[in-house]
């Protein structure tokens, strides 16, 4: 942090860089993730006040956007002050001035309580034998995003092939929000899938997904981002094959939202 009237003695493009680091230092204190040591400490006043301070040292700036300082003025001018979208507009806009637009991993995102209301650890609740089996997911943003979906829609189990990337890749925990590490999963072929499971692939050439009739329990089966489930997966998925139609040219969907839709829509049918 940076007494705000200093921030007048530096050039432009340092300054700039030193608000953007600031508000993103701010964004973190806010949320409760700032590391120790660099919590808000300014005695001289609020962190509220402080905001405004850097936000009214940015509005100066020449290159701001005329867009972008409106919407900042309308945040500080909110009565209660939102210190998080009023220091994460201003981060933005400089980020996008100095040409440095953040990346995934640079999102500044609340991570989720674990904890439920009398401080003990939350039981996850989710359907019972709702299962998938990710075959040779090699993304681990993708692999993170599946973990997320799958918790978020009351899966209850993850299987990972052997050719699936690690879901502890600091990409796929970014993804996956704190559910690789709440979501129950495993490693395992698909030979060694539960043989007294429904199992079915999500797949092109099968059944439209609004008219499969997805079973009370299962696994299913997402293939890879490059070729899709293989021909052993396909063979192992005796319940059936489902497909969800599209019509563009590319007639193609990430894998990660693929799956989202395919749990709406089984979750729906139960």
């Known amino acids: 942090m940076i ?3 200093k921030l007048f003695q530096l050039a432009g493009g340092q300054q700039r860089r030193k608000l953007a ?3 993103g230092a701010l964004e973190r204190d806010i949320l409760g993730m700032a590391e120790k040591g660099s919590e808000y400490n300014f005695s001289s006043m609020t962190r509220a006040d402080y905001i405004k301070a850097l936000c009214r040292v940015f509005l100066q700036d020449p290159k701001i956007s005329l867009e972008a300082a409106q919407k900042i003025e309308d945040a500080l001018n909110a009565n ?3 210190e998080r979208l009023a220091c994460n507009l201003a981060r933005n806009e400089l980020l996008s001035i100095i040409g440095t637009f953040p990346a995934e991993w640079d999102l500044i995102i609340a991570p989720h309580p674990n904890l439920s209301q009398d401080g003990t650890v939350a039981k996850r609740d989710f359907f019972p034998g709702l299962a998938v089996y990710a075959e040779d997911i090699r993304s681990p943003f993708n692999l993170g995003s599946i973990f997320r ?3 978020g829609m009351g899966a209850e189990k993850i299987y990972l092939s052997p050719g699936c990337c690690n879901p502890e890749h600091p990409r796929s925990l ?3 929000m704190g559910c690789v590490q709440t979501m129950g999963w495993q490693r395992a072929s698909l030979d060694e899938l539960p043989q007294d499971q429904n199992i079915f692939v999500l797949e092109t050439g099968g059944t439209p997904i609004d008219e499969f009739e997805f079973p009370k329990s ?3 089966i997402i293939g890879s981002e ?4 293989s021909p052993q997966a396909l063979a192992k998925a005796t319940y059936g094959r489902v497909t969800i139609p599209m019509k563009g040219l590319k007639a193609s969907l990430n894998v990660g939202v693929a799956f989202g839709i395919l749990m709406q829509k089984w979750v729906e049918a139960l």
């Open 3 to 5: 007494n705000p009237n």
């Open 21 to 23: 680091l600031c508000f």
């Open 80 to 82: 209660p002050l939102d």
């Open 149 to 151: 979906t799958a918790e």
């Open 174 to 176: 970014r993804s996956g």
């Open 218 to 220: 299962g696994i299913c």
């Open 226 to 229: 490059e070729l899709g489930a």
